[in-house]
């Protein structure tokens, strides 16, 4: 009997062949990989041929799916040339690593002990130059231990000094050599260097010492372990460890794990996984995989064909200078044949002619190239799951890791699908879909960005506890959302959500709720949050042909309770709610606008004619009320303009003046451009104004000004320039001619009208 031990790197090249050799030569009764054994019932299915990589084995708490892994597979990776020897050769595979089932719960166990989750990681540190392997003070933690041999070897970096000794280097017909350097570095190191996980590993190697047994009892006479190269060397005293490694394992807690297969993508290999491992080049990766021979030519080729499809001039003598340079400095730094790092910085110095944009270009398009796996279509899915993909399939909506933008015109059948389907997984929280401002005003046209990210699957799975079909699990969710909801705003707004998605089955049921929820509530601003997205759901009306009738009743009902309760909640308000008043009001008047209801529109505007009247009201908000009926053609502008000198008036508090001008002023700097009446009784105000006065409004004034559009500035800047001008207010055209004044006093305002301005 053998036991062969290969310590790899997940995903490296160099491993992966020098597995494959090893595999070969040993021919293995069994095959021992680093992994969870919860995975075991799903590893056939690597072996089928629909199975693409990148792909992902992902394992789940089944009663808390958000608790999950991943352990991504590409076609270079070590763990995945074992598996598929195994289903070759027809000999069984087996995962070692410690199960999910106690990993999750001990990680919940850790949660509930430790509050700050933030004291759990590890900080990455480097490595001390001052600290060497026989350090006197004992072993070392450190997160990345080959960092001291990188060190040695005159590296700072130990990703860069694997690759091109164990990686990069491949030696043909030289596995058991290269298995034996890598166990015996590995094995220098854990002599003076831990891990900061060191606790937990040391629970991992004990249950994969427990396998090692087990296949050993079970008479396999030639078994070869495929893990991590640093867990290799704990992995041969099996004898005299037995008794503490089973004392490990007692009184583990346990949940229940499922696992399955999903696609992956290369850009996703560059995050950590569940073997903790990643890297940030997979589509160089696959290239040195496919093309082991290549030296550079064929890479710098690729590269030459990226910059002619772009449109760029890249000739041949490019990529041989290139390639030129990238030798010279593959040899100063010893190395046998250029890496990626000499590959780069060649295409930068000679093809990119020292660009370090056009580089990205590359590490976009070819370092990481990317690519989505796939799996096959008859892997046993859960419902929700299979729902999903029926519907994307049908819909012809392309789940891929590059960002896709569809323009949906509500009108046609498929948009209006699609639609539905991508508000259905917004609800539930899968933003696959990113809704965009669609140009122009109609309600009939979105503008959906699309991007798979595998984690989205987790949610799905997660969200599968609500129904088997997205319109399903969609219903129950806002249900049970609306249910524990307390506001009425946000019951309108998953009534805002359902009317896109279509899901009329609950929207009886939240507008009950809302119906409860104002009927006890006194607060004017939630009825009012609660108005706009009710009203914008009522647009939606004619495009998907829905009837609206109820919502429009609980509009009318609602814009009622306002106009009712406004005047008297607006009595006595501070400057921060004064403020926020503010900003309801506009957004119930533009509501009001939008819903084109003569009747809600007559009743909301004699409610702000008593509000304009009303004392004790803030200026801020009877500033905006007398704006909001000039707007609407409600008041005419000689009843505007006498309220706007009644505010401006010296009579009231410079400060109450300057609030009545914001709330009137807010948004537009148009009006005093067109109505000269009112651009006069501000020019008066602000001339009457005493120094002190003057100084103490300042700050309100410039903030008001300030936020009018640059052009709008720069006009009132010229009308300041010419003073006060004569207007004639008939229908709202005015005839200027220019007033009497004094230039030398007019030149001494206009330093103060520019401050005023912002210009």
Not at 230 to 251: C, M, S
Not at 386 to 399: G, I, N, P, S, T
Not at 620 to 649: N, P, Y
Request: a negative charge.
């Amino acid at each position: 009997m053998s036991i062969h031990i290969l310590g790899i790197r997940h995903h490296g090249v160099g491993s992966a062949r020098n597995v494959e050799e090893a595999l070969a030569q040993l021919q293995p009764d069994i095959v021992l990989v680093e992994g969870p054994p919860e995975a075991e019932g799903v590893l056939h299915w690597a072996a089928h041929p629909e199975m693409k990589p990148p792909v992902a084995m992902l394992a789940y708490n089944v009663e808390e799916p958000h608790q999950a892994v991943f352990y991504p597979f590409a076609q270079f990776s070590p763990e995945w040339i074992a598996l598929n020897y195994g289903a070759t050769h027809q000999i069984p595979v087996r995962m070692m690593d410690l199960p999910l089932s106690h990993t999750f719960a001990l990680e919940k166990s850790k949660e509930k002990t430790t509050p700050d989750k933030s004291t759990d990681k590890a900080t990455p540190v480097k490595p001390d130059d001052n600290l060497v392997l026989d350090s006197p003070s004992g072993i070392q933690p450190h997160p990345d231990p080959m960092a001291y041999l990188a060190r040695i070897a005159g590296y700072d970096d130990s990703e860069w000094w694997w690759e091109h000794h164990f990686e990069h280097n491949y030696l043909k017909d030289q596995a058991p050599a290269h298995f034996e350097a890598v166990a015996l570095a590995v094995e220098a190191l854990r002599e003076q260097v831990i891990t900061p996980t060191e606790d937990r590993d040391q629970l991992r190697e004990a249950y994969m010492r427990r396998i090692i047994r087990q296949a050993e009892k079970e008479g396999y006479a030639r078994i070869v372990v495929v893990c991590g190269a640093w867990h290799g060397p704990a992995l041969l005293n099996l004898a005299g460890t037995v008794r503490e490694d089973e004392k490990k394992f007692k009184g583990l807690p346990k949940v229940k794990v499922a696992a399955t297969w999903i696609p992956w993508t290369h850009t996703r290999l560059g995050l950590f996984s569940g073997y903790g491992a990643s890297i940030v080049s997979p589509g160089w990766y696959e290239h040195r995989w496919l093309h082991p021979e290549d030296l550079g030519i064929r890479w710098l080729t690729k590269v030459a064909q990226l910059f002619r499809q772009k449109k760029m001039d890249t000739s041949t003598a490019h990529v041989i200078e290139a390639f030129r340079l990238a030798e010279a400095l593959a040899a100063l730094r010893g190395l046998p044949r250029p890496g990626l790092r000499e590959l780069n910085e060649a295409t930068q110095t000679v093809i990119c002619f020292g660009d370090t944009v056009l580089l990205k270009l590359v590490e976009e398009e070819l370092i990481v190239a990317h690519r989505m796996g796939k799996v096959p279509r008859a892997l046993p899915k859960l419902p929700l799951q299979a729902d999903f993909e029926f519907h994307q399939k049908k819909l012809r909506l392309e789940v891929g890791e590059t960002r896709k933008e569809y323009e949906l015109d509500l009108r046609k059948e498929l948009d209006l699908s699609r639609s539905r389907f991508l508000h259905r997984l917004e609800i539930l929280g899968i933003d696959w879909g990113h809704k965009q401002r669609a140009a122009g005003k109609g309600t009939f046209k979105e503008v959906w960005r699309l991007r798979w990210e595998p984690e989205m699957l987790i949610k799905l799975i997660e969200m599968g506890i609500w129904g088997n079909t997205l319109e399903a699990a969609g219903s129950r969710f806002l249900l049970d959302q609306s249910q524990r909801g307390q506001s009425i705003t946000e019951v309108a707004r998953f009534i805002q959500q359902a009317i896109p998605a279509e899901l009329f089955a609950v929207i009886e049921k939240l507008l009950g709720r809302i119906n409860e929820l104002a009927t006890i509530s006194s607060d004017i601003l939630e009825l009012m949050g609660a108005l706009v997205p009710l009203v914008d759901v009522s647009r939606y009306g004619n495009v998907r042909k829905t009837d609206l009738s109820a919502i429009h009743l609980l509009v009318e009902g609602l814009v009622t309770r306002i106009c009712i309760g406004l005047p008297n909640a607006c009595y006595g308000l501070d400057e921060d709610n004064a403020q926020k008043m503010f900003g309801h009001i506009r957004q119930v008047d533009e509501a009001i606008r939008l819903l084109e209801n003569d009747l809600l529109t007559q009743t909301w505007y004699q409610t702000l004619g008593i509000m304009l009247d009303k004392q004790h009201i803030s200026a801020v908000i009877t500033g905006c009320t007398c704006r909001l009926l000039f707007d609407a053609k409600v008041m005419e502008t000689e009843e505007t303009a006498r309220h706007f000198g009644l505010a401006l008036s010296a009579g009231n508090e410079p400060a109450y003046a300057a609030g009545w001008l914001e709330g009137f002023l807010k948004g537009s700097g148009m009006i005093l451009l067109l109505d000269h009446a009112l651009w006069n009784i501000l020019h008066g105000w602000v001339a009457s104004l005493e120094e002190g006065h003057f100084v103490e409004l300042l700050p309100i004034l410039r903030r008001t000004f300030s936020r009018f559009d640059v052009g709008e500035r720069r006009q009132l800047g010229e009308k300041a320039r010419r003073g006060r001008v004569v207007s004639t207010p008939v229908n709202r055209r005015t005839q200027t001619v220019p007033d009497h004044f004094d230039p030398a006093r007019a030149e001494r305002v206009l330093p103060v009208v520019r401050q005023l301005l912002g210009i």
